[in-house]
């Protein structure tokens, strides 16, 4: 894995047609702080990342024993108010969620407060058995700023996501996983393996059809139950304009493996 110097975002490609893009944070000195210029390169890889009609899945990790320890405290305890309001701070930190193609987080340790919210960015989320989930933010005087309070509301359930940002208790990989809060718990060693063999899995969908289903079931969190059936069943027409739909429904009568394009 090659990285140019002061490089704070490693990138591999995996599969015989590099449609598995790997992303590494990569301030291991630092814990794999979130400070705005890893972010801004995790933003700039992304645009790379959706422009390149190759790549069909990201996977997104960090060095063993930290995904990310959360956001640079060093970085943000001198700002001010006026200098969080304008231009608005962390602005360009929601970049992950607004990814149009699949992304699998794969936690291999402390994913805290910012760490945290990143990993809740992600559409699929691997725990390793040694990963740590929290929003610690009230010890330090704040409260979550990317979507903390929010997301983790969503994912786990008022009670529990309240008790965790009103006391910055730390959930463990088997206590994300009861909550809701992780797909999968995977031993450390094969936890990069576990979460590559998924994307490859996921890679070999129509990516049409990926893309919509992202979208459908995200809108399960965003709408009313009615709106969300009808937005799901738009969705569901439209993979009726596509080469895909045809190719993978034919595959299965002729019972084959589909090979799909694209189209």
């Known amino acids: ?45 992304l645009d790379q990342l959706e422009t390149d009609d190759r790549v069909r899945v990201v996977v997104i990790t960090g060095q063993p024993g930290v995904f990310a320890a959360g956001a640079d405290i060093k970085e943000m305890l ?31 340790g402390y994913a805290l407060g910012g760490g945290c919210e990143l990993a809740m960015m992600c559409d699929v989320i691997y725990a390793s058995d040694e990963a740590v989930f929290g929003q610690p933010e009230i010890t330090l005087g704040t409260i979550p700023g990317a979507g903390g309070t929010q997301r983790l509301c969503r994912t ?30 995977i031993p450390a060693e094969k936890l990069l393996e576990e979460a590559l063999k998924t994307a490859s899995r996921i890679a070999a969908m129509s990516p049409i059809a990926t893309v919509l289903c992202k979208k459908a079931v995200n809108a399960a969190h965003q709408t009313s139950l009615s709106a969300g059936l009808q937005y799901e069943r738009d969705l569901f027409y439209a993979t009726f304009a596509t080469e895909d739909r045809r190719t993978g429904m034919d595959a299965f009568i002729q019972k084959q493996a589909p090979v799909f394009t694209g189209k």
């Open 78 to 108: 001198p700002k001010e108010f006026p200098a969080v309001v304008q231009p608005p701070f962390l602005q360009h930190w929601d970049r992950l969620s607004r990814c149009q193609k699949p992304v699998i987080a794969a936690v291999n």
């Open 1 to 45: 894995m090659a990285a140019e110097p002061g490089a704070m975002i490693l990138l591999e490609r995996h599969g015989d047609g590099a449609e598995v893009a790997l992303v590494t944070l990569n301030r291991p000195r630092a814990r794999n702080a979130l400070c705005d210029l890893l972010m801004t390169q995790l933003a700039d890889t």
């Open 156 to 185: 786990v359930g008022r009670p529990l996501a309240m008790e965790m940002c009103l006391t910055g208790r730390k959930l463990t990989a088997a206590e994300a996983l009861q909550a809701g809060l992780v797909g999968r718990v």
